[in-house]
Each structure stands twice: as C-alpha cells, then as structure tokens.
C-alpha cells in the first residue's frame, strides 16, 4: 500500500520517517494562487544571488525538496523529476530547486555540498537556492519536499501543491502517477488559465529551525 501524506507519520524509527508529519509550526505564507508571487534574493549553490525579478516575463518552477526525504528521492530515483525539469528547460521555463534547511539542521548542505548532491541524482535545475534561513520557504508557504510552486510570466502564483497524485516513496509508482505540474505548464504555454491550480501537498517536512 501506497505510503499516504504528511500528515500521517509512518511508524518507522529513521528521522527522514519521523519528519513526515507536518511541522507544529507551520509558515505562515504570503503566497496565494491568483495574487503576485513573493519576491526574494538568495544566494544558489554557486553562491550567486538570485531573485524571482531577474526571470520577469518567464514562467518560473520553484520546486521545495530535500537531501534525507524519501519521497524527493524517489522522484529522481523514478527518473520523472530529471525529465520534466529538461522538458521545461526546452520550453524556455525557468526551474529553482530550493533547499530551505537550516544549518542546526541535519540535512542541511552548504553551497558546494548542496551542488554535488543535485550533480549526483542527476538534477538539472536553472539554479539550487540555498534558503538556509527559510525566509523563502515561509514566504511561500513551502511545508514539504516536494511542495511545487508555479510563477506565471506576470509575476503571479499559478499553481500550489504536490507535484503528483501519487504521494509514494516507491519509485515505481512514481512512473505510473499523474504529475500536476506539466499540465499545469502546457495550459500556461498556451496562454490558458491552470486548470487544477492547487493540490494537497505531501513529503517531508522542510527542517526550517527548530
């Protein structure tokens, strides 16, 4: 059976498991679908600093993820997350891979451990944001990895939520999920509204400071 939401921590003694449930305190967003994305300035994994501004008039993946959550790595592992970030590469879409642990946190990774981690699972992101003090995770209202943001080539937020229906660890099942961020995509490259704008999230919880 299908391991199901955040909200629901599995019984399992790791801490990748145990950070499954849903943080007490939660961030409080300033993002909504339908209103301007936040703006923000952050350094990425080659510690250059990158704000939402300098991709104006593009369409913009933000894409919450994780170095201990197994739902995050069965999306690579799954092979779905490298093909639709060089999907959206080909289509002119920018994508942010963003890692919003903080450095108390045990799966927190500095710039250059950060950029060797996304070399090996294969990730080919426009930029991997280092939000080491979460003030871009809370702006959004990021909770899991993978909780997907999508940007409209106004500025505004088109999209909040997982990024499938499938909400597994199994990289398997991964492949036989339908993903919400591509259809997403197509409805805005074809100058329509997004047909299903917002979904549940699922996967672990970010490790904002504690």
Not at 10 to 34: D, E, H, I, N, Y
Not at 126 to 155: C, E, K, P, Q
Request: proline share 5%.
């Amino acid at each position: 059976m299908k391991t199901r939401r955040t909200f629901l921590a599995a019984a399992v003694g790791s801490l990748a498991f145990s950070r499954m449930a849903l943080a007490a305190s939660t961030p409080k967003a300033q993002a909504s679908v339908g209103r301007p994305a936040p703006a923000f300035e952050v350094i990425d994994s080659s510690k250059h600093n990158r704000t939402l501004a300098e991709f104006k008039g593009k369409l913009v993946v933000m894409e919450w993820t994780s170095s201990s959550c197994p739902f995050a790595k069965a999306q690579y592992d799954s092979g779905k997350m490298q093909e639709l970030q060089e999907w959206a590469a080909r289509n002119g879409i920018v994508w942010l891979s963003v890692l919003s642990s903080h450095p108390s946190r045990a799966d927190y990774l500095d710039p250059p451990h950060a950029e060797s981690f996304n070399r090996a699972r294969g990730g080919s992101p426009t930029a991997l944001l280092i939000d080491a003090s979460g003030a871009v995770g809370h702006a959004y209202g990021a909770l899991t990895a993978d909780h997907m943001f999508i940007v409209d080539r106004n500025g505004t937020l088109a999209y909040a939520g997982g990024i499938d229906d499938g909400q597994t660890m199994d990289a398997k099942e991964v492949l036989s999920a339908h993903n919400y961020v591509r259809p997403a995509l197509e409805d805005l490259l074809a100058g329509r509204r997004v047909k299903v704008a917002t979904t549940e999230p699922f996967g672990c919880a970010l490790a904002y400071a504690g």
